[in-house]
């Protein structure tokens, strides 16, 4: 069993609609993300993903210390991978630190987002759209 100061990353598990990441946290000399073995800004095209995905770390003070965050997502779309990783960033951010868990919440940065794609119903188009009515 590792102690906290033996213990080599820290992880956290993030999940939005079917997007699940799992990000990796270890201290080390210069902050660096690397998201499924490419860097962030390969990963992620427009600047808005690359601000959702690291807001946890950027948003917060009271973060001394720089980390190496690996992230391996799959499933969903662009911007659900993003918000993903945000939440399993801050989930792992909250293992390292209890005391950021106050700020992390205060943004919503530890909420998951439990909105979903609705299930297709049997007679009907989609999952609310029915064929058009007609009285004649």
């Known amino acids: 069993m590792a102690t906290k100061t033996e213990q080599r990353y820290i992880e956290g598990i993030g999940r939005r609609k079917e997007a699940v990441s799992r990000v990796r946290i270890t201290p080390s000399k210069k902050f660096d993300v ?3 073995d490419k860097t962030l800004a ?3 095209d427009t ?8 807001a946890s770390f950027e948003d917060i003070e009271g973060i001394d210390q720089i980390f190496s965050v690996s992230v391996h997502v799959k499933g969903g ?3 659900s991978q ?3 990783i945000r939440l399993g960033s801050a989930r792992a ?4 630190n209890e ?3 106050k700020d992390l919440k205060k943004l919503g940065y530890l909420k998951r987002d439990p909105r979903v794609k609705e299930r297709k119903k049997f007679g009907l188009k989609k999952a609310r759209k029915s064929a058009q009515w007609s009285k004649r």
């Not at 600047?47 to 690291?54: D, G, H, M, N």
């Not at 951010?93 to 390292?96: G, K």
Request: charged share 35%; no cysteine.
């Open 77 to 79: 779309g662009i911007k």
């Open 99 to 101: 005391e950021l868990r």
């Open 82 to 84: 993003a918000e993903s």
């Open 47 to 54: 600047a808005e993903l690359q601000k959702i995905a690291t």
């Open 34 to 36: 690397k998201v499924n």
């Open 93 to 96: 951010l909250v293992e390292f």
């Open 42 to 44: 390969d990963y992620f």
